[in-house]
């Protein structure tokens, strides 16, 4: 993947390949996905006219609603037919915009979804307070659920979530960090709401615990690889397609794949460069794109998407144990459309 503009026939979102790779799936539960939506603005509503004002702010900017997409289609993928799955789909959507929230004032990122984002217009304050509203919500709708095991998934995932991001805190400006902290970060961060999202299909439809499990696998896989892409392109012109900031996670001093590879492979000279601008996070103007080119020279972009491809073939994997159909095809789509944001 080449950190720079994409031509125009290479898929990613704002694309017709990317776009293709989730429409099947939108259309597959077109009915159950304008319930969830309809559901999401009717729990969002509060008598504190801020809340919404501000959860308007960011639900309505246009997200794929992959997260909730995931949760519908696997309930159909393994036969359910009744509608705790919408529910759910909402429930998961909530937990994830409420991490949006609190992550652009954890980032100090001032874009999100091609618009300023809510702390950016709203302030911090707000941001983390209604995050905390939206949340609580998506208790209100597993409790609403009644499952205890629904309730299990969904809130161990969230307590897994916050971990990988404190760890994520932890690693940071730290050179020394290992690929296996860093996988612990995208696993956690990333990777444990899609696992619950997908988990929860079976439960609610009372499949047994091997579906269970292969839609729990195919959500975590697909949850890795698509963090792996995020990563690379956060270095990448593609970015800006995608509504934020390039180079964020340079400022930060995040450390992600691609800068673990490039530091690994670098001589003497380059490490230097990475201590001092991720360590010591001392950044000049030309660092930003220093950083990328020896991205490139390390071929890290490439093995990032590579090592992405690896998780996405284990989500295909899970996925075929379960007999051929829209659904499954419709799933297959997403690990293709998660990895070819990056192309
Ligand atoms: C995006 O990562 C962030 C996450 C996937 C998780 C953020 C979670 C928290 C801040 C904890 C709050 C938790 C709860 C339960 C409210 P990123 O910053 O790499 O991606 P980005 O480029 O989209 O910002
Ligand atoms: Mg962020």
């Known amino acids: 993947m080449a950190p720079s503009a994409a031509p125009a026939d290479k898929a990613a979102p704002g694309t017709a390949r990317g776009e293709d790779a989730l429409a099947a799936l939108t ?16 729990r969002m509503q509060s ?28 309930a159909r993928l393994v036969g ?21 929230l609190h992550d652009d004032v954890v980032d100090e990122s001032a874009l999100r979804r091609g618009q300023a984002s809510a702390n950016a217009l709203f302030g911090n304050k707000p941001s983390v307070l209604v995050g905390d509203f939206l ?4 208790f209100e709708l597993m409790v609403a659920d009644g499952s205890l095991e629904v309730l299990r998934i969904l809130s161990s995932a969230s307590a897994v979530l916050v971990e990988g991001e404190v760890l994520q805190l932890v690693i940071q400006n730290d050179m020394s960090a ?10 956690g961060k990333t990777a444990a ?26 959500g975590h896989n ?11 392109l956060d270095y990448s012109a593609e970015q800006e397609r995608l509504g934020k900031t390039v180079g964020d996670d340079f400022r930060e001093g995040k450390i992600t794949l691609p800068v673990l590879l490039a530091f690994a492979r670098g001589d003497e000279e380059e490490r230097a460069f990475w201590r001092r601008t991720v ?65």
């Open 135 to 138: 949340f609580a919500r998506a």
């Open 47 to 74: 008598r504190v006219a801020l809340i919404p004002e501000l959860a308007a702010h960011i639900v309505a900017a246009g997200g794929k609603r992959l997260r909730p997409l995931l949760t519908l289609a696997a």
């Open 222 to 232: 697909l949850g890795v690889a698509f963090q792996l892409i995020d990563d690379a």
């Open 178 to 187: 290992t690929e296996a902290q860093y996988l612990e970060v995208i696993e």
């Open 279 to 343: 360590e010591e996070r001392e950044q000049a103007g030309p660092d930003l794109p220093r950083a990328i080119a020896l991205m490139q020279k390390h071929h890290a972009f490439a093995d990032t998407v590579a090592r992405a491809r690896h998780y996405g073939d284990a989500a295909l994997a899970a996925l075929m144990t379960f007999p051929d159909g829209a659904e499954r095809r419709a799933l297959a789509d997403v690990v293709e459309f998660c990895i070819s944001r990056a192309r």
């Open 27 to 42: 259309a597959l539960v077109r009915d159950d996905l304008e319930a969830c939506n309809r559901l999401i603005v009717e």
């Open 193 to 218: 709401l899609f696992a619950a999202a997908t988990e929860v299909g079976a439960v609610v439809a009372g499949r047994p615990a091997a579906e269970q499990a292969a839609l729990r696998a195919y």
């Open 80 to 100: 359910y037919r009744g509608d705790r799955h919408v529910g759910l789909a909402a429930c998961v959507e909530f937990i994830h915009t409420a991490t949006l």
